[in-house]
T-cell receptor
Framework: GQNIDQPTEMTATEGAIVQINCTYQTSGFNGLFWYQQHAGEAPTFLSYNVLDGLEEKGRFSSFLSRSKGYSYLLLKELQMKDSASYLCAVKRSGGYQKVTFGTGTKLQVIP | DADVTQTPRNRITKTGKRIMLECSQTKGHDRMYWYRQDPGLGLRLIYYSFDVKDINKGEISDGYSVSRQAQAKFSLSLESAIPNQTALYFC?????????????FGPGTRLTVL
């Protein structure tokens, strides 16, 4: 089976940096996704990590440690529009490459 | 125009009614998925289909059925709706040819069963 843990809620200040953690336990790990979901809207793809290390994409970066079953999403220069839920999702290896989502971290950015 | 569309966007129905939620995509993707999202439980997979002839149960398929009418269309049915099926339902697509095989989600259908 799979187990994915991420904090339920976080609050951060506009202009600051915030790190959202995700830990997972799974067999046959292939890679890890991060999605952003604004309230009442569809999730949208942010990043995918398959190898250890940091992937940077503008203000957002994602880190993966396969040996530790750990990932984080780093958001820099926070803006009010970054207030959203951030979903960690694990893809398994194998023919069907099933994806399992964590419950998400609701981030509130305050002035 | 949206690449993944869902109809209806909102639906209120009564216990015992049959409901169909429809999903269409213009992305040309081969894989399609149905999820439900509940507060505190995240996205949970109901059914998925990797091509027209391939239908697979997800983690919470009881009480639901699906039909893949064409590569672009994937419908979810609730044969006899019950109140605990009240949720936000998302359709998603992906393609094995994409580098990450990431999923693209439709706008969601908010279903309320009274």
């Amino acid at each position: 089976g799979q187990n994915i843990d991420q904090p339920t809620e976080m609050t951060a200040t506009e202009g600051a940096i915030v790190q959202i953690n995700c830990t997972y336990q799974t067999s046959g790990f292939n890679g890890l996704f991060w999605y952003q979901q604004h309230a009442g809207e569809a999730p949208t793809f942010l990043s995918y990590n398959v190898l250890d290390g940091l992937e940077e994409k503008g203000r957002f970066s994602s880190f993966l440690s396969r040996s530790k079953g750990y990932s984080y999403l780093l958001l820099k220069e926070l803006q009010m529009k970054d207030s959203a839920s951030y979903l960690c999702a694990v893809k398994r290896s194998g023919g069907y490459q099933k994806v399992t989502f964590g419950t998400g971290t609701k981030l509130q950015v305050i002035p | 125009d949206a690449d993944v569309t869902q109809t209806p966007r909102n639906r209120i129905t009564k216990t015992g009614k049959r409901i169909m939620l429809e999903c269409s995509q213009t992305k040309g993707h081969d894989r399609m998925y149905w999820y439900r999202q509940d507060p505190g439980l995240g996205l949970r997979l109901i059914y998925y289909s990797f091509d027209v002839k391939d239908i697979n149960k997800g983690e919470i398929s009881d009480g639901y059925s699906v039909s893949r009418q064409a590569q672009a269309k994937f419908s979810l049915s609730l044969e006899s709706a019950i109140p605990n099926q009240t949720a936000l339902y998302f359709c998603a697509t992906s393609d094995a040819g994409l580098s990450y095989n990431e999923q693209f989600f439709g706008p969601g259908t908010r279903l309320t069963v009274l």
